[in-house]
């Protein structure tokens, strides 16, 4: 049956109260990055700088530190370089497996009603590579929009760039960005879907990518108001954020809560919801309470 994108958001809040181990992956995903990250730039670093960090330990200012280091950065700018590479590669690397685990965990829990850590390991497994290349394809895609600011950074002079003889320069410089953020927008409304598709039909990188645009083209007003609405909960939460991070009382171990809340609630929710989309919206088999749900929820079903 095809549900409207009310009931697709909230029966798939009922799925994720059920299934509250599809934050799993999540958690796993940002503790492993921030550890290999913490791992590979402080051996990758003492190595660069091995006789430099041994020069500031009796340096007592930010400017000696800066003087010490900075002839060495100058000097390693290839080697720091690589290093940076291959901690975002790894990072990308493991997000790829994590992101295809937790898709797999929601698309179980979808069909079945219940979801296991198996779930994550098996669709973790199978789609690695293909999600791998599918994230790098998209931030490739993302970044050609660099063009659009290409023109004012070329006539802009960063020298004198609040003075008046720059003002055409500035003017084309915040349109390029105005003209990049816009396509942004589109390629993430475009390609919303690329994930889910990977994992549920096992698909290849670019062939995910264009299932995703044939999804949109067949389905543009539920792409379009649940890419809405998603944006519209993250938006709230960032002004909840920051209203109650100005409480002085609640401001430290709101930070906690806040972090809590983005790992355990908010991304598993925004993986299910995007699932259930493409589930009801491609005739794949749908979970349902038959003690919950509405009788015409179960025809066809």
């Known amino acids: 049956m095809v549900e409207d994108i009310g009931k697709i958001i909230s029966n798939s809040f009922g799925t994720y109260t059920k299934n509250l181990n599809i934050c799993i992956p999540f958690i796993l995903n940002f503790f492993i990055s921030i550890l290999l990250v913490f791992l590979l730039a402080g051996f990758g670093f003492a190595g660069i700088f091995g006789s430099s960090l041994s020069n500031i330990e009796n340096v007592k200012t930010p400017e000696e530190v800066i003087s010490i280091l900075l002839p060495s950065i100058m000097e390693h700018i290839i080697e720091i370089a690589i290093l940076v590479m291959i901690i975002f590669l790894l990072v990308f690397f493991i997000q790829a497996y994590f992101t295809s685990g937790a898709i797999g965990m929601a ?4 069909e079945s009603g219940k979801s296991n850590i198996s779930a994550m390991r098996d669709a973790g497994k199978k789609n690695l590579v293909n999600m791998f290349l599918a994230e790098l394809l998209f931030g490739l895609l993302l970044l050609v929009g660099v063009v659009f600011i290409v023109p004012g950074a070329m006539k802009i002079d960063i020298s004198q760039i609040l003075t008046s003889e720059n003002t055409d320069g500035v003017v084309l410089l915040f349109g390029g960005f105005l003209l990049w953020f816009v396509y942004l927008v589109i390629l993430s409304i475009l390609l919303a879907v690329f994930r889910y598709a990977l994992v549920a039909d096992n698909l290849g990188p670019l062939e995910s990518m264009t299932t995703s645009l044939s999804f949109f083209k067949k389905n543009k007003i539920d792409v379009f108001l649940l890419f809405i609405f998603v944006l519209v909960v993250v938006l709230v939460f960032i002004i909840i954020d920051q ?35 493409y589930m009801t919206r491609t005739n794949k088999k749908l979970y349902f309470d038959d003690l919950l749900a509405h009788p015409d929820d179960l025809k066809g079903n």
């Open 107 to 110: 698309i179980q829990a979808t």
């Open 243 to 277: 209203i109650i991070g100005q409480i002085p009382v609640i401001s430290t171990i709101w930070y906690y809560i806040n972090f809590m809340i983005s790992l355990l609630v908010i991304s598993p929710l925004i993986t299910i919801w995007w699932v259930r989309l």
